[in-house]
């Protein structure tokens, strides 16, 4: 699904589901692999036997929803230049009745496929994380509460969602801080 670089980022969506980053990274590496080091258009992911993808690492239901957005690609009914002028809302009802696909990964197609400036992954864990690191809310935000802390970040949520999976993304842990001897500033000598 990767004769460009929107689709390549649909395969990853469904692919990550559910997986840690290594995982998921691991599960492409295997994929690329099948089809000779990139990743496959959507004919040629219709063309394989889905028992290779699942040899792959997909697992049974990834590989129904994978094969089932390759169909709508390559027959019409999902085409790339009409999702890209679609709202947000209507590009949510449209692809969410796509078994396998629900929030979390019209989200992230949104903000990697689509390259949209302002959406957040409420649901996202890591993200939930590196929000609990950077705001120190004391406990890990429900998915409202960081549409609440999103709200600020309008209409650059994309962006902000970006740093934030850079900065504290490393499952959850706190951004290194000096020792605290080495952010006092030191009075003259001795």
Same mark, same amino acid.
């Given at each position: *699904?990767?004769?460009?670089?929107?689709? +390549?980022?649909?395969?990853?969506?469904?692919?990550?589901?559910?997986?840690?980053?290594? +995982?998921?990274?691991?599960?492409? +590496? /295997?994929?690329?692999?099948?089809?000779?080091?990139?990743?496959?258009? $959507?004919?040629?992911?219709?063309? #394989?036997?889905?028992?290779?993808?699942?040899?792959?690492?997909?697992?049974?239901?990834?590989?129904? @929803?994978?094969?089932?957005? +390759?169909?709508? *690609?390559?027959?019409?009914?999902?085409?790339?230049?009409? &999702?890209?002028? /679609?709202?947000?809302?209507?590009? *949510?009802?449209?692809?969410t009745v796509i078994p396998g696909i629900g929030p979390w990964t019209v989200q992230g197609a949104l903000?990697?496929? &689509?390259? /949209?400036?302002?959406? #957040?992954?409420?649901?996202?864990?890591?993200?939930?994380?590196?929000?609990?690191? %950077?705001?120190?809310?004391?406990?890990?935000?429900t998915q409202q509460e960081v549409l609440a802390i999103a709200e600020k970040w309008r209409p650059y949520r994309s962006l902000? @969602?970006?740093?934030?999976?850079? %900065?504290?993304?490393?499952?959850?842990?706190? $951004?290194?801080?000096?020792?605290?001897? %080495?952010?006092?500033?030191?009075?003259?000598?001795?």
């Open positions: *699904m990767s004769d460009d670089p929107s689709r +390549a980022a649909w395969l990853s969506q469904v692919t990550g589901q559910q997986l840690s980053v290594a +995982a998921t990274r691991q599960t492409l +590496a /295997r994929i690329e692999a099948l089809f000779g080091g990139r990743l496959p258009t $959507p004919a040629e992911l219709l063309a #394989v036997a889905p028992g290779q993808l699942r040899q792959a690492g997909l697992s049974w239901r990834k590989i129904g @929803t994978l094969r089932d957005l +390759a169909e709508r *690609m390559t027959d019409g009914r999902l085409n790339q230049e009409v &999702l890209s002028t /679609r709202p947000d809302d209507e590009l *949510m009802a449209e692809l903000l990697i496929a &689509l390259q /949209r400036e302002d959406v #957040v992954l409420p649901g996202d864990l890591a993200l939930r994380k590196a929000i609990q690191a %950077a705001y120190e809310p004391g406990h890990l935000p902000a @969602t970006s740093y934030l999976f850079s %900065a504290g993304g490393r499952a959850g842990s706190r $951004p290194a801080r000096p020792p605290r001897r %080495a952010r006092c500033r030191r009075r003259g000598p001795g």
